[in-house]
Structure formats: structure tokens, C-alpha cells
């Protein structure tokens, strides 16, 4: 039973929550069911039929709404008086600025990616709004506190870098069946997509092994006629999926081979042969549905790879919203990526791997418990119901681990962690150091790749720190876009050069000093290549928080400790086992 005086703080208490997949369906129910009568929430995603085995607020009839919409009017058959306002879009839209955060008693994450959670902590950091942050990912789940001033923030300590691939072995000498899914997914941004030069999937002459004559004669075949770009080539042909098919799984795999180097200690490729594949029919139905649908927990023959191939280019190439972004749930997209990646593991005599598989992939996905997903939705209340209160030493760091303790314990609380002083979100006056070439990198290329992927920003301005005040990037539109591809150091951009950066949106400033290195990049095709470091936004490790066993979990040693990290656990909420 909730007290009477907890019941008052839960009427009067405003709760934003951002999400409504897997922890936030469960983390509304919870809301609604304890008492709680004013809360907002925001997704913006719609439903997916993959959703409704573990995201219980949703049918099958509610497929293809929004998230937010009908979770909301689910919970309201649980208690009629809650009042819910629902946000069908991204949190990160200019209109959730700091003045909205502030009217929040609590914001209470449940997202699933890393930029949107590095959005949400630097916007309840500029609003001074108490962040319950929490993640799930398989078995492992965690509920933590961030408040600014006095416990660590979202960005405080570092997070783990995506896993990259080199572009040689990606693009030449696949040997995973992760760098054909990866490949795969570039080949769809090459023929759909926002082209990137940097997802060639073309062979690579450049490739550090396809030297001496192998390279020279490869690169002698390329010089014949002027390579047209991906892009081009398939709006000439209408998207033809058979000619696609011969270019990319017969043309470039036979000329893959000219590079004899790159095959005297592997297995060489063996160009597609459509000729010789039986006849598939469609793989499609009458209503446009993938037969294949219900056999993802299998790999497809390389006959209906062929055939899933060809109805994904048609459907992919029909629609007209310009640009399009390969999302995981979206069918043809992903028929598509898992077809390519198929043919291609079977031309380098990789294993094959089923749609499930691929999907998990190439999604980055860690199979969603949804037990998982109801244990730290409960913790994140308990969370709340503290803050509510006031009680901040009684907060704690939950971890949910997959393994019990010797007295069977699966939840570890831990305690909170003050911030780091060298954090670049939190601390009072922020400032990192940048190692790159500034003969390189250009103007767009630091914006997108290292002040919105990696530092977070969303729409920054960028002051060269000169005494002239020297506009680099502006977030107006048309202000600087001209800067775009000119290097950095053309407008003297060097060693000890300063940036002063903002976000309007974030509230959000930053000193960037920047350090020039004539030799980082040079390298990017290895495995260890990086185009930057980034220092004093990545400190050290904290000292590992010391959590005492209580009497009851030490058994027969005494005064043992455990050493305890907090991990980040992404809510990769994608797939479920019940």
C-alpha cells in the first residue's frame, strides 16, 4: 500500500517519460498503478507487429500506430482519472527546450540509443530536473540517478565506441558474416539511402594488400572508363534488379579476383552465376508480404535470396520520400539487407546466417527479456517514489545481474557516484582536446563526426576562439554551408587553436582545443586507424564504487567487499525470449 502522504506527492507530481517500447510500456503500467496522475510521455516510433510479444500495452490492431498514443490509452483502462499527454515525436525537436523540462518533478528515461540518452541527460542538466537513467540488454539491466551538481550524469564516464570494421576488409576480403551484413547495409544506403563516400562498396584498389602488380593491374582496369557513382548508375538502368544483381555479385567479384595478392593465403571469391540459379518465382504474396516471412529462423537457399533480392528492390525503389534510412523494422529494408548479405557470404564461402540472425546484427541487437524489462521498470519507480521525497542518500545504483549472489540475490543496489570533474557535459566550464589533421578534416566532416556523433551536439555553432570572431559553423541555415568542404586549416584552424562551441537547443558550451597531427587518418583502413582522438572528454575510469556484501550474503568469509562497475547497458529492445 502506498501512504497517504505519498498518495499526495504522486497526485501533485508531473513525470515525463521518454519512451514507450519495452521498459516504457512496463514503466507506465507502473506509474498509473501506483497512484501517479500527471504524467507526459514521448516516442516516435510506431507499432510493430515484432513489438507485441513483450510490449503488453500494444494488440495487433494497434500495428502501425504510435507508440505513445496507444500505450497511453491502454494505461487509462487501468485508472480513468490519470491525465497523459502524448508526444508522437522526437525529443530532440527545438520545442522540448529547457523551459519544458523544467515544469517536470522527475524525467524518467526508457530509450534505446545512445544519442537521444546523451539529448535527454544535457537537457535535465541545463533544467536542473532530477534523470532516472536506466537500460536493459539480455539478463542485465540498470537504474541509476543523475543530479546535477551531485551524482554522476549520463556522460561522465566513457562509453563503449561502436564496433567499426576496416573499409578493406568490408569492401575486398570478407571473412564474417558481419562483414557481409555490414556491407550489405551500405549497399543499401548506396542504391536508397544518403550516398557516403566512405560506404563504398566497391572494390578497393587502395587496399594496403593489392599492391605491386595485383593493385596496378586492378587499378589499369578501373582507369579504362570513368567509374559512375552507385547512385547514378542505378537511375540509368530503372533500378533494374538483375542488372544490380550481375554488377555487384559477378562484375566486381571477377574484378575483385585481378587483385591475384589479395587471394594467395585465402580462398577466392566465386562470382554469382544468375544463369545457372533454378528458376524463383516472386517471393512476395498477393498482398505484397515476404513468403519468407515465417522461415527467418532459417537461411534462405541462394535461390530465394535471389528472389527476396529482387522484391525489395522493387518495393524499395517505388517509394517516392527521396532519401530513404534502413531501420531494422521496416520489412522490405530489412528482406533487402539480408538477402545481399546471404549472396555475398555464399560468393566468399562464409556461413549464411537466417533473417533472425541478421536482423540481431545488423541492428546491433541484444535479445530483449521482457521480464528484464518489468523488473527495472519497477526499480525505476522505487526510484522515483524516493525522489518524491527527497530522500537522495536513500537512492541508489541498480544493477540487475544474470547471475545470483551466493544468498541468491539478482538485484545490487550500489552507491551513487559524484561527478566526474572532467566530465564535458557536466562540469562548470567543459573543454575537451581534439587530436586530427587539420589539413584533412574538413569543416563538415568535424561537424558531423565529431560534434554530433561523437561529442552529441545537435545543432551547434562553432567560434574560432581568434579575437576576430570568426563564424566556422553556424546552426542557420545557409549561414556557413559554403565552409562544408574546405579543411579546417584553410581558415587557420591549427595546433592550440580554440573552438568555442554551442547548442541553443542543449543550452549546451564547450571549449574544443585542438591539436594538429600531420600523420592521424593515415591509418583508417587498419584496425587501430582513427581520424581523431578526443582527450579530457574521455577521463580516466573512476575508483571502482566499493559495495559491502551485507552480513547475510558473506557465508563464511568475513568482511569480504565486492568491487562492483557500473556498466552502461543499452535497451537494445528488439527481440524477446519469454
Aim: net charge negative; glycine share 6%.
Amino acid at each position: 500500500m502506498v501512504p497517504y502522504t505519498d498518495k499526495n506527492l504522486h497526485k501533485s507530481a508531473k513525470i515525463f517519460v521518454v519512451g514507450a517500447g519495452g521498459i516504457g510500456c512496463e514503466l507506465l503500467k507502473n506509474l498509473v498503478l501506483t497512484g501517479f496522475e500527471n504524467l507526459y510521455v514521448i516516442d516516435l516510433d510506431t507499432i510493430d507487429v515484432s513489438n507485441l510479444n513483450r510490449q503488453f500495452l500494444f494488440q495487433r490492431q494497434h500495428v502501425g500506430q504510435s507508440k505513445s498514443i496507444c500505450a497511453s490509452n491502454t494505461v487509462k483502462l487501468f485508472n480513468p482519472n490519470v491525465n497523459i499527454t502524448t508526444f508522437h515525436e522526437s525529443v530532440m525537436s527545438p520545442k522540448f527546450n529547457r523551459e519544458f523540462f523544467k515544469q517536470f518533478t522527475v524525467v524518467m528515461n526508457a530509450l534505446d540509443n545512445k544519442a537521444a540518452r546523451t539529448h535527454v541527460n544535457r537537457m535535465c542538466l541545463a533544467a536542473g530536473v532530477p534523470l532516472v537513467e536506466s537500460g536493459t540488454g539480455g539478463y542485465r539491466g540498470q537504474v541509476t540517478l543523475i543530479k546535477k551538481g551531485q551524482y554522476e550524469c549520463y556522460e561522465c564516464q566513457p562509453k563503449k565506441a561502436s564496433k567499426s570494421y576496416p573499409g578493406c576488409t568490408i569492401r575486398n576480403t570478407p571473412s564474417e558474416p558481419i562483414h557481409c551484413i555490414v556491407w550489405s547495409k551500405h549497399l543499401f544506403n548506396q542504391l536508397f539511402g544518403e550516398p557516403d563516400p566512405d560506404q563504398d562498396v566497391s572494390p578497393d584498389t587502395a587496399d594496403p594488400e593489392a599492391v605491386a602488380n595485383a593493385g596496378e593491374v586492378a587499378a589499369s582496369k578501373e582507369s579504362e572508363s570513368e567509374r559512375k557513382s552507385t547512385r547514378e548508375w542505378v537511375q540509368e538502368i530503372d533500378y533494374n534488379a538483375d542488372k544490380i544483381l550481375h554488377k555487384v555479385f559477378h562484375d566486381d567479384i571477377k574484378y575483385l579476383l585481378t587483385m591475384d595478392k589479395l587471394w594467395k593465403s585465402r580462398k577466392p571469391p566465386t562470382p554469382l552465376d544468375l544463369a545457372s540459379l533454378k528458376g524463383s518465382e516472386s517471393s512476395m504474396d498477393s498482398n505484397g508480404a515476404s513468403c519468407y516471412a515465417l522461415k527467418d529462423q532459417r537461411p534462405w537457399s541462394l535461390e530465394e535470396c535471389v528472389a527476396v533480392f529482387r522484391d525489395s528492390v522493387r518495393v524499395l525503389s517505388e517509394r517516392k520520400e527521396g532519401f530513404l534510412t534502413w531501420d531494422k523494422d521496416d520489412s522490405p529494408a530489412m528482406d533487402f539487407v539480408t538477402a545481399s548479405a546471404n549472396i555475398r557470404a555464399s560468393i566468399f564461402g562464409i556461413e549464411q546466417k537466417s533473417r533472425f540472425d541478421v536482423k540481431g546484427m545488423a541492428g546491433n541487437i541484444i535479445t530483449a527479456i521482457a521480464t528484464t524489462n518489468a523488473i527495472i521498470a519497477g526499480q525505476i519507480v522505487l526510484e522515483g517514489m524516493k525522489i518524491l521525497r527527497e530522500e537522495w542518500k536513500r537512492c541508489t545504483s541498480t544493477i540487475l545481474q544474470p547471475n545470483p549472489t551466493s544468498r541468491r540475490k539478482l538485484i545490487i543496489p550500489s552507491p551513487l557516484v559524484p561527478p566526474n570533474p572532467n566530465c564535458y557535459a557536466c562540469a562548470e566550464k567543459p573543454e575537451v582536446t581534439v587530436t586530427l589533421n587539420t589539413e584533412m578534416m574538413t569543416v563538415g566532416g568535424f561537424q558531423d563526426r565529431v560534434l554530433k556523433k561523437h561529442l552529441g551536439m545537435v545543432a551547434p555553432d562553432v567560434e574560432i576562439d581568434d579575437g576576430k570572431g570568426t563564424i566556422l559553423i553556424s546552426s542557420e541555415e545557409g549561414e556557413t554551408e559554403e565552409n562544408a568542404d574546405k579543411s579546417l586549416a584553410i581558415f587557420g584552424v591549427t595546433s592550440h587553436s580554440r573552438l568555442k562551441c554551442d547548442d541553443f537547443l542543449q543550452e549546451y558550451e564547450l571549449v574544443v582545443n585542438i591539436l594538429h597531427s600531420a600523420t592521424i587518418g593515415e591509418g583508417r583502413d587498419e584496425e587501430d586507424g582513427a581520424e581523431f582522438v578526443v582527450s579530457g572528454s574521455v577521463p580516466a575510469p573512476a575508483p571502482v564504487p566499493m559495495v559491502t556484501a551485507p552480513a547475510s550474503e558473506q557465508g563464511s568469509s568475513k568482511g569480504v567487499t565486492r568491487k562492483r562497475r557500473l556498466e552502461e547497458i543499452e535497451d537494445d529492445d528488439d527481440l524477446v525470449v519469454l
